[in-house]
């Protein structure tokens, strides 16, 4: 059993809710799957309280639906138990009212638990709670945040059926240029952000700094880093639906996919991520810029495991697009110190500041489990004190990428990896490894069951 993640919300927390907020009788319970997709239900306030006493049945075959919410019967986890019900509980701290869902609305995260009460081991957020627990047992907590990438785009597709980025509300002009870090693109959306920033502040989200990134729409903003991991990925969880709400409130719409573009920069999710000890000290704190030994065992960990969590970093066909030479997108088990061009990045900052910025996975990875994929990696390197050789100083891109530790270059060997694995089932469980990988290779044939249009640009006359 997760120790971390088998916190449950009690009746007092809706009860003293609910009477601080009595209007509000419009509740979503959200439940985040494999895919990183919120699902639930929509409730009414006395469900709401039925909740948090006794916990709300789901069908069991919601933890492996693919990412088109379909079930994926391969599995055996659909028919096989009848598609046996199991609980729905409340994770401490995320009933809070949604501005964008009108006067009366609100919303609260959800756990899955076996009807026994035990913590259900495919949900992903109990993943990463077992991966919290090993570093308990060392006395130590990891800090971090989650930082995502994301595009603004209309909602009305091309005539041809392509994604533009979205237009400013004065223009009639898609833009264009890329303008990294210009304030002008910020002030181009100010009431997207205006709004963003307001109901960040409504639900206690603790969002930061805002930029125009390497592309036409593409923007950034910093959540701040949490000496909770669980907590600072359902920060991350509830940032990315409140973004695409508030989005789709001012008529554009928000996307985290990993490559939405093939001539433009990829959208990542950088995960930041430092040590403390029993007595709250960073163990990677240090004079050095290259930080302490624990520092660099974390990062041969990492480099060392990479390639196995692939799939969990870059976990759809369209990730793979992001992957490219010059691109701020690693490509290599590089790490380097103030160096953009590498996988494993030390920011420049003081002392007390040392920690490495992990920059493999795309913005379309679900944070719990991306995030429960770095810290095994990590927690291994510390624990077999993982050399992660020579620091990069230069361009990382030309670093010769024909070894053993590469990253999968598809999607299929990267799920084959993961599966084949022995440290992520060791951190992550058995039957979630299996699980994950047989969901994975079912949209993986749906998704090359289909033939796209350039097979007959291509072979229609050709072939």
């Not at 949490?226 to 719409?253: F, S, T, W």
Request: hydrophobic share 40%; aromatic share 10%.
């Amino acid at each position: 059993m997760s120790k971390s993640s088998g916190v449950i919300a009690d009746r007092s927390e809706a009860e003293a809710f609910f009477k601080a907020n009595p209007d509000v009788d419009s509740i979503e319970m959200i439940y985040t799957d494999f895919g990183g997709v919120p699902r639930g239900k929509r409730l009414r306030q006395h469900e709401v309280l039925a909740v948090y006493e006794s916990g709300r049945m789901f069908p069991g075959s919601i933890t492996v639906v693919d990412i088109t919410g379909q079930d994926t019967v391969e599995t055996g986890l659909v028919w096989e138990d009848g598609d046996a019900d199991r609980s729905m509980k409340p994770i401490p701290g995320t009933l809070v009212r949604t501005p964008w869902g009108g006067d009366h609305a609100a919303q609260f995260l959800v756990d899955f638990y076996e009807l026994d009460g035990t913590p259900h081991d495919l949900d992903p957020r109990h993943v990463l709670g077992r991966v919290i627990d090993r570093y308990a047992a060392d006395g130590l907590t990891p800090v971090l945040a989650v930082e995502l990438e994301f595009y603004l785009v209309d909602p009305r597709r091309a005539r041809d059926g392509k994604v533009r980025p979205a237009r400013p509300a004065y223009s009639r002009d898609t833009p264009r240029n890329v303008e990294v870090y210009g304030l002008r693109e910020l002030d181009d959306f100010r009431p997207f952000f205006d709004a963003l920033y307001a109901a960040t502040d409504v639900q206690g989200l603790p969002l930061e700094s805002a930029i125009s990134e390497f592309a036409p729409g593409q923007f950034e903003l910093t959540l701040r880093h949490k000496p909770d991991g669980l907590r600072a990925c359902d920060d991350a969880i509830m940032y990315k639906r409140l973004v695409k709400a508030i989005a789709q409130q001012q008529g554009l719409e928000a996307t985290f996919m990993a490559k939405p573009f093939a001539d433009q920069a990829g959208s990542g999710m950088h995960i930041h991520v430092s040590v403390d000890d029993d007595k709250g000290a960073n163990i990677f704190a240090s004079d050095n810029p290259e930080g302490t030994p624990a520092l660099r065992h974390a990062i041969g960990g990492m480099i060392g495991s990479v390639g196995d969590a692939f799939a969990l970093f870059a976990p759809h066909a369209n990730s793979y697009r992001r992957f490219k030479a010059n691109s701020y997108a690693p490509v290599a088990p590089t790490w380097g110190v103030n160096n953009r061009t590498v996988s494993f990045r030390i920011p420049a900052g003081p002392p007390p500041s040392r920690h490495v910025e992990h920059r493999a996975c795309g913005a379309d990875a679900n944070p719990y489990l991306a995030v429960a994929a770095v810290l095994a990696g990590m927690h291994h390197g510390m624990t077999t004190k993982a050399d992660p050789g020579v620091a990069v100083v230069g361009n990382g891109y030309d670093r010769d990428n024909s070894g053993d530790d590469k990253p999968p270059s598809n999607w299929f060997a990267a799920v084959d990896r993961f599966h084949a694995s022995g440290l992520m089932r060791d951190y992550l469980g058995d039957r979630f490894v299996d699980m994950f990988s047989t969901v994975k290779r079912v949209e993986q044939d749906n998704y090359f069951g289909v033939v796209p249009t350039l097979d007959y640009d291509w072979y229609l006359r050709n072939a």
